[in-house]
């Protein structure tokens, strides 16, 4: 079992910054892959970005790739999405998940709201 927190969402303006923390326990994060999802208002659950067991490996949807950087402090047990140049389009709920065993664990989710 894997318990992730979210945290760091929030109201910023177009083209303003946000960092996104995932704080894990029960597993090391330097045992399990992670990742970053998120759902807007009436649309579907879609993958933003998401690193490996051993930090060496990104991959990013492409309306986020350039603007968004997902990274892991293995001492601290944490998972990060630094989100720069934020659009309206990116307001939603992000939620951080961890690949463990076959399974998909899943955070309780942060609101980002990007005003224009």
């Known amino acids: 079992q894997v318990q992730l927190v979210e945290s760091g969402g929030g109201l910023v303006q177009a083209g303003g910054s946000l960092r996104l923390s995932c704080a894990a326990s029960?597993?090391?994060?330097?045992?399990?892959?992670m990742g970053w999802f998120r759902q807007a208002p009436g649309k579907e659950r879609e993958f933003v970005a998401g690193?490996?067991?051993?930090?060496?490996?990104?991959h990013y949807a492409d309306s986020v790739k350039g603007r968004f950087t997902i990274s892991k402090d293995n001492a601290k047990n944490t998972v990060y999405l630094q989100m720069n140049r934020l659009t309206p389009e990116d307001t939603a709920v992000y939620y951080c998940?961890?690949?463990?065993?076959?399974?998909?664990?899943w955070g309780q989710g942060t609101q980002v709201t990007v005003s224009s």
């Open positions: 998940t961890a690949d463990l065993n076959g399974a998909r664990f």
């Open positions: 029960g597993r090391p994060v330097s045992w399990t892959a």
């Open positions: 690193i490996s067991w051993s930090g060496g490996i990104t």
